[in-house]
């Protein structure tokens, strides 16, 4: 019986030790302010939806290299180009070899899953333009593609949403070539003009690639583009591997080939290069999330001590009634984090309306910034982080102040 009576009064003094302040006292605070409580609430919604631009710019940029690959996919083109595609020229009948000389190709009713393309960057301008006109509007840096039929069984994320395959002297455009050529979305519908290599070509349709790198592309017809650039070559062969197909075969065939001066790539390792180029990118997105973060630290360290200097005879009479400092502490921690927690939300609803989907334009074409779950995790959990670093040091700072200068203070 001793031992019990002792152990619950040692539980009754931890108690009183630490006797937490009630969860609606923090929630009531945050009312009886209201003009900083929302100020406070627009500064930390505005670091937040910063930090959620920048990584959904990384997982954009991630999302487009990746799903622009495909394992069964592989590339021919000049030796020694790396991944510069649009210096790449090789002879015209590289297509035809590859289908008759390397096994293990794709193939439907007879006929292999090959594409010959032509691909390069060049000046784009938005609409008709003949020898009678002057040059209106401003050219901007495009990515055309000449291709055949054939491109639809290899590039098979490739969807037409509106219009129709091109005839003679039509392109399709990816959905986001306005983006990449800085154009309104009007200017680029079907029916309207764009003109570069010397000719004007009226587009036909808008398609879309399942957000790879293709969408931010012009595709026009192998002949006609062959015939406006006064080339007869091609920039790479595109094909597609049978479950049976072994990638050895095409790449000892492109070794055996020496007068052709070809080399073989898996598309997917292809992509996987750019994403390692573009990693020093990716790192200076991070560094400028850690500086936005680290603002918004101080931002949220300068709301809390302005908050808690007002609060010196409140908190001073709470220890006098009582409540240990450790309690104290812990209801400005859940000011600061109910704060950062309906900021986060907010900042999420910002992103996923205005943010996710919309198209930046990039060097390697555009494409379209995304707020997945991964963002939001990262962008919630900064916000959190925040809400929390922010209210600990003013809260210790105050309560170091003796309870007797506390209680005079005005």
Known sequence: MPCNRFSVLDLLVLSLLFRPLPWEYAIRNLFRRP????????????????????ISFVRGLESSLTVS???????????GMGENLEYSSIPMRTSDLVSTSVSGIQQRYGQSYVSP????????????KDSKQSDQGEEALGLVRGITPSVLPVRRQVELE???WPTAGEILIGRLVPAKIQAL???????????????????SGIFSANGSAFESEIWCRLDELQTA??????????????AHGDFADLDLFCKERIDLELQATRELDYYKTLQRDYGPVRWLAWLVILLVSSAGIFSGLNTMYGSVAGRVAELATLQTIGFVRRAIILSLIQEGVLLAAAASLSASMIALMFIHGAAMRFTMGAFALRVDN???????SIGFFIGFCGAIPPAIRALRMPIVEGLRAV
């Open 229 to 242: 650039m006064k080339r007869q070559d091609l920039s790479l062969v595109a094909l597609t591997l049978a």
């Open 69 to 79: 690959g495909n394992s069964q996919t592989a590339l021919i083109f000049s030796l």
């Open 162 to 164: 509106e219009g129709h």
């Open 185 to 203: 979305e009007t200017d680029l519908a079907i029916g309207q003009w764009l003109h570069f290599e010397g000719r004007s070509w009226q587009i």
């Open 35 to 54: 003009l900083r409580t929302f100020l406070t609430f627009t500064g930390l919604t505005t670091v937040v939806v910063l930090v959620f631009v920048v």
């Open 117 to 128: 393309e032509l691909y390069l960057g060049t000046q784009v301008q938005i609409g008709e």
């Open 374 to 380: 991964m963002a939001v995790l990262i962008g919630c």
